[in-house]
């Protein structure tokens, strides 16, 4: 007898035009998300973020680390970067989220929210170092937030909740027409792990 499996969610669009995100819920266990979590807290040689608003240099309270190929290079507020070597863990997860994105990734930008009041403001992928329509594949680890989309023109919004553990794809023209950002909240005191895979240009 034919039946409806209610239990399997396929992949929807959460955008209603212009782009693609896909929200694939949590793609590890939570003790394993935990566990990665602590691991990438103590390896990872943690710096803060600089960058320039309003023509001022601010320095974020949230930490940020990049790794990626070698040969990899990222010119950005000013200054030319090169990616630190991938970690055993961060193989790891990269061939997890290759898998179930259906893409491969050469560079990995790594933020630490300490707490809820860290978050990141809005703006778009788009740079000219990142390959034009690639697919940018988030996998979150620790505190649940909130992460929001608004189209740059009709100013549509969309919010999705980011669980421990899962895994959002941004992908075709998203970064294009659409920002997204990581408000701040005073609901979340837990720290959070974001790793936004990437594919950059040579
Ligand atoms: O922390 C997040 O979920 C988003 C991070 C992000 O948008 C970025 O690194 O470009
Ligand atoms: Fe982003």
Redesign the pocket.
């Given at each position: 007898m034919a039946r409806v499996d209610f239990f399997q969610t396929p992949d929807l669009n959460l955008l209603p035009r212009d782009g693609t995100v896909i929200y694939h819920g949590p793609i590890l266990g939570e003790v394993l998300a935990r566990d990665h979590l602590e691991g990438l807290q103590t390896e990872v040689p943690w710096q803060r973020d600089e960058l320039v608003m309003f023509g001022k240099r601010v320095v974020t309270s949230r930490e940020v680390a990049w790794f990626g190929d070698p040969g990899l290079a990222y010119t950005y507020s000013g200054s030319t970067k090169q990616p630190m070597p991938w970690s055993e863990r961060l193989l790891q997860l990269k061939a997890l989220v290759e898998q179930r994105s259906g893409t491969v990734f050469n560079s990995c930008?790594v933020?630490f929210?300490h707490k809820g009041e860290e978050g990141?403001g809005w703006?778009s992928?788009d740079e000219k170092s990142i390959e034009r329509d690639s697919a940018i594949a988030?996998l979150?680890l620790g505190a649940e937030?909130r992460?929001d989309f608004r189209h740059k023109e009709t100013r549509e919004k969309v919010e999705v909740m980011?669980e421990n553990g899962s895994l959002l794809v941004m992908q075709g023209e998203t970064q294009r027409h659409w920002q997204?950002q990581?408000p701040p909240t005073k609901k979340v005191s837990a720290a959070r792990i974001?790793l936004?895979f990437r594919r950059m240009a040579r």
């Amino acid at each position: 007898m034919a039946r409806v499996d209610f239990f399997q969610t396929p992949d929807l669009n959460l955008l209603p035009r212009d782009g693609t995100v896909i929200y694939h819920g949590p793609i590890l266990g939570e003790v394993l998300a935990r566990d990665h979590l602590e691991g990438l807290q103590t390896e990872v040689p943690w710096q803060r973020d600089e960058l320039v608003m309003f023509g001022k240099r601010v320095v974020t309270s949230r930490e940020v680390a990049w790794f990626g190929d070698p040969g990899l290079a990222y010119t950005y507020s000013g200054s030319t970067k090169q990616p630190m070597p991938w970690s055993e863990r961060l193989l790891q997860l990269k061939a997890l989220v290759e898998q179930r994105s259906g893409t491969v990734f050469n560079s990995c930008l790594v933020n630490f929210y300490h707490k809820g009041e860290e978050g990141m403001g809005w703006h778009s992928d788009d740079e000219k170092s990142i390959e034009r329509d690639s697919a940018i594949a988030s996998l979150s680890l620790g505190a649940e937030r909130r992460f929001d989309f608004r189209h740059k023109e009709t100013r549509e919004k969309v919010e999705v909740m980011l669980e421990n553990g899962s895994l959002l794809v941004m992908q075709g023209e998203t970064q294009r027409h659409w920002q997204h950002q990581l408000p701040p909240t005073k609901k979340v005191s837990a720290a959070r792990i974001n790793l936004t895979f990437r594919r950059m240009a040579r």
